[in-house]
């Protein structure tokens, strides 16, 4: 089964590279976490999932209207606290059970945002 979750660019106050005051910093951790816990949550209920699963890979997607260099561990540093929602929407027991692959960055978009796309696993993988 394939979910895909649909958020905001993360704010820079989320990147390992920020160097934001503790307290914005908190308080971008705190809106992203519940952005993506809101966006699971809908996109669960399109499916018709309801239990949790058993282990995920996330495949994010960053969508940027402007070509410029991006370090791949950064973009996926921040998503920290989108995995974080995730397992607070139930997609799985603890997020230790989630899996992130290589981030795929793509240019031109009308639309800034980043796709996770998620891939359920079962518990032998």
């Not at 704010?11 to 519940?34: E, F, M, Q, T």
């Amino acid at each position: 089964m394939k979910l895909i979750v649909t958020l905001p660019l993360p704010s820079k106050a989320l990147s390992p590279n920020g160097r934001a005051h503790w307290a914005k910093k908190a308080r971008a951790v705190s809106d992203y976490r519940w952005w993506a816990k809101m966006a699971c949550l809908s996109a669960l209920r399109e499916v018709g999932e309801t239990s949790a699963w058993d282990a995920a890979i996330i495949e994010p997607h960053f969508y940027f209207r402007v070509a410029q260099r991006r370090d791949s561990d950064n973009l996926a540093a921040c998503l920290k606290s989108a995995c974080d929602g995730l397992a607070d929407a139930g997609l799985v027991a603890n997020d230790y059970t989630l899996r992130n692959a290589e981030p795929v960055v793509h240019i031109g978009a009308a639309r800034p945002r980043v796709e996770l796309w998620i891939t359920k696993l079962e518990a032998a993988e």
